[in-house]
């Protein structure tokens, strides 16, 4: 089945323990990219990457770092998690063509205490 | 699971009625649109999708009109059931793949 996996699925931490968030998809995109949605909002691109060992910040990448070492692998880094990164975490992928659907794994949900 | 219709509006629909969900896009220069549903506790799930050189497109129960004019889509769902429950929001995106999403609208289908 194809699809978007993200480990773990719930996770709650302390101030400034490194953490991460893997994903991993198995339809051979080329495209992959985090995004946090927090109530009232809509989601909001934290980095993206178009191939492997290539990636750019999206609109709130503060405190977060990614790596694209495969191309089927794009963990998310907190190496300093704050309150303010308590939020649902999806990753996504798209096909490298114009006008192709993100396709979403099940989210994150990461507490900072 | 985990709530992420907290303050958006809802529609209220009844089962069998037909659900009308809009969105007004902000960028003139984007060339593709999509629909996405979730449901709590799950990602958001693809629906269906209309570029720009279009202003209507039809799947299995849903439509998605497109008016460039005013910058607004809307998504129709017809014979609304149960399982249409969700929360709903538009992605507009541009020639460079980037895309911007709305916070959504919560639809609650009575019985």
């Known amino acids: 089945e194809a699809q978007v996996t993200q480990n773990p699925r719930y996770l709650i931490t302390v101030t400034g323990k490194k953490l991460t968030v893997t994903c991993s998809q198995n339809m051979n995109h080329e495209y992959m990219s985090w995004y946090r949605q927090d109530p009232g909002l809509g989601l909001r691109q934290i980095y993206y990457s178009m191939n492997v060992e290539v990636t750019d910040k999206g609109d709130v990448p503060e405190g977060y770092k990614v790596s694209r070492k495969e191309k089927r692998n794009f963990p998310l880094i907190l190496e300093s998690p704050s309150p303010n990164q308590t939020s649902l975490y999806f990753c996504?992928?798209?096909?490298?063509?114009?006008?192709?659907?993100?396709?979403f794994g099940n989210g994150t949900r990461l507490t900072v205490t | 699971g985990e709530s992420v219709g907290l303050h958006l509006p809802t529609l209220s629909v009844q089962e069998g009625d037909n659900s009308i969900i809009n969105c007004a896009y902000s960028?003139?220069?984007?060339?593709?649109f999509i629909w996405y549903k979730q449901e709590s506790g799950k990602g958001p799930q693809f629906i269906i999708d209309i570029r720009s050189n279009m202003d209507k497109r039809q799947g299995q129960r849903v439509t998605v009109l497109l008016n460039k004019t005013v910058k607004h889509l809307s998504l129709q769902i017809a014979a609304t059931q149960p399982g249409d429950s969700a929360v709903y929001f538009c992605?507009?995106?541009?020639?460079?793949?980037?895309?911007?999403f709305g916070a959504g609208t919560q639809v609650v289908v009575t019985p």
């Open positions: 996504a992928s798209r096909e490298d063509r114009g006008n192709s659907p993100l396709h």
């Open positions: 960028n003139s220069a984007s060339d593709y």
């Open positions: 992605a507009e995106g541009d020639s460079w793949g980037k895309f911007q």
